[in-house]
C-alpha cells in the first residue's frame, strides 16, 4: 500500500476528502494527489499525519499502527484495584501513602 494509499484509506475512516485533508493541513492546491507522482516531503507528510491524528510512520508504511505515540498516552490506573502494584524509585508504596495519594487525585475529597 503506497502513502497515498494510506492517506485515503485513514481519510475516509475519519470522514474526510482528500481535498478536505489537503486543506486542514495547509497544502497548496492537490498537493496530496501529487504524491501519486512524487514522494511528500517530510513536512508535509507531518502535516497530513496531524490532520489525520497519525503517525508518520503509519503514512509511510513503517507500522501497520496508525497511532501516533503510544508511549506518550496517559495510562489508566485504577487506585481502588488492590491488583494495581503501584512502586516509587522501584519501592512499593505504601498503603497509608497510596490513601494520600487517591484522596489527592480525587481532588481533595473522600470518596471511598
Known amino acids: 500500500m503506497t502513502t497515498l494509499d494510506r492517506i485515503k484509506k485513514i481519510s475516509k475512516q475519519r470522514g474526510f476528502s482528500l481535498t478536505k485533508v489537503n486543506d486542514m493541513a495547509n497544502l497548496g492546491t492537490n498537493t496530496i494527489y501529487s504524491w501519486k507522482h512524487k514522494e511528500p516531503g517530510i513536512n508535509n507528510l507531518k502535516a497530513v499525519a496531524d490532520v489525520l491524528h497519525v503517525s508518520v510512520d503509519y503514512l509511510l508504511g513503517k507500522t501497520d499502527d496508525p497511532e501516533p505515540n503510544k508511549k506518550n ?9 488492590d491488583n ?3 512502586t516509587f524509585e522501584g519501592r512499593p508504596i505504601p498503603e497509608e501513602d497510596m490513601e494520600l495519594i487517591r484522596r489527592l487525585l480525587r481532588g481533595g475529597r473522600n470518596n471511598d
Open 73 to 81: 498516552k496517559p495510562t489508566e490506573v485504577d487506585l481502588n484495584n
Open 84 to 86: 494495581t502494584i503501584m
